[in-house]
């Protein structure tokens, strides 16, 4: 089935570090969404984006919903060893089969303390 | 959000037979989703349940292979039938919750010997 571009696949960083992470689609959604999957775990909703252009945040997190509505990107700012685990993107498009979430590969972080 | 409750969390089956796994919602949702994710993937949609009518699969994924009930709004099972190693994954129930995105129960871990 379709699926997201995400990158980068896998990161290692140094605690303190800023990260960022983006997807882009073929497509245009209507949504924007990034999940957070740990491991033994399902995927928790970290931020949501409704409108083309929109900035929202989310503590450390910060999320764009890109303007041709096609991409979207999440930055961490001073990671903390709290964050390692697998970020997921998924967009979603406007009604009907349309509305099926179609998601990246994920984005695997790593955080060296 | 939601909260969902799965279970199973994990299991180790043999191969041929078959296993249920619960999921239910803390409110009335009209739809839920079932997903795999195979080791180290994304999720992949494998059916939607409607409460009252029969479940919705997507390409690559067949009823008899896995059967869904959903016999009211807060509650569905999916079984995996007739298993293989091949189903080996992680499977996630979903719910969409206005303002609230999708939301994951914690999977149910299948290993297949």
């Known amino acids: 089935g379709q699926q997201l571009n995400q990158s980068p696949q896998s990161m290692f960083i140094q605690e303190g570090e800023d990260v960022s992470m983006n997807c882009t689609s073929s497509s245009i959604f209507n949504t924007w969404l990034w999940y957070k999957q740990e491991p033994g775990e399902g995927p928790v909703l970290l931020i949501a984006?409704?409108?083309a252009g929109e900035l929202t945040s989310n503590g450390r997190l910060t999320a764009q919903f890109g303007i041709t509505r096609k991409d979207s990107f999440l930055n961490i700012s001073a990671s903390i060893p709290s964050d390692v685990g697998i970020y997921f993107c998924a967009g979603q498009g406007a009604a009907g089969n349309n509305r099926k979430l179609i998601w990246g590969l994920g984005t695997s972080l790593a955080v060296n303390p | 959000s939601a909260v969902i409750s799965q279970k199973p969390s994990r299991d180790i089956c043999q191969r041929g037979t078959s296993l249920t796994i619960q999921c239910q919602v803390d409110s009335q949702v009209t739809m839920m989703f079932w997903y795999r994710q195979q080791p180290g993937q994304s999720l992949t949609l494998i059916a939607t349940a409607n409460q009252g009518s029969e479940a919705t699969y997507e390409s690559g994924f067949v009823i008899d292979k896995f059967p869904i009930s959903r016999p009211n709004l807060t509650f569905s099972t999916l079984t995996v039938s007739n298993m293989s190693p091949e189903d080996s994954s992680i499977y996630l129930c979903?719910?969409?919750?206005?303002?609230?995105?999708?939301?994951f129960g914690s999977g149910t871990r299948l290993t297949v010997v």
């Open positions: 984006l409704y409108k």
């Open positions: 979903s719910v969409e919750r206005d303002s609230y995105g999708y939301t």
